[in-house]
């Protein structure tokens, strides 16, 4: 079974940190490029970064830059997404998803998603 998890979600207190993971089984990440996506209550799903295969390309969604970091452990299997300076306005659904391209370019098409990780951001 092909899988994607996502772990290390949690209630964070606002300028706390935060580190996600996104562990793939039963497939290999090293033919995908992945991205972290989120979904706040009520809001669309917005993007919030993607890194290519051999994680030396990266994207942020610019209200993000310069707090969050992903990165990405082929030899793992696994994604990361390291949030700092966490604001309650970054209280959502954090998923991953792998798109078969070797960049972050779009059209986008995400083959795998996770089962998404929580991050309420509150105090």
């Known amino acids: 079974q092909l899988q994607l998890v996502e772990s290390g979600g949690g209630l964070v207190q606002p300028g706390g940190s935060r580190r996600l993971s996104c562990e793939a089984s039963g497939f290999t990440l090293d033919y995908y490029a992945i991205a972290w996506i989120r979904q706040a209550p009520g809001k669309e799903r917005e993007r919030v970064s993607c890194i290519s295969i051999s994680g030396g390309s990266t994207h942020y969604a610019d209200p993000l830059k310069g707090r969050f970091t992903i990165s990405r452990d082929n030899g793992k299997n696994t994604l990361y997404l390291q949030m700092n300076s966490l604001k309650p306005e970054d209280t959502a659904v954090y998923y991953c998803?792998?798109?078969?391209?070797?960049?972050?370019?779009?059209?986008?098409?995400?083959?795998?998603w996770g089962q998404g990780t929580q991050v309420p951001v509150s105090s």
């Open positions: 998803a792998a798109d078969p391209q070797e960049g972050c370019s779009p059209p986008f098409r995400y083959q795998h």
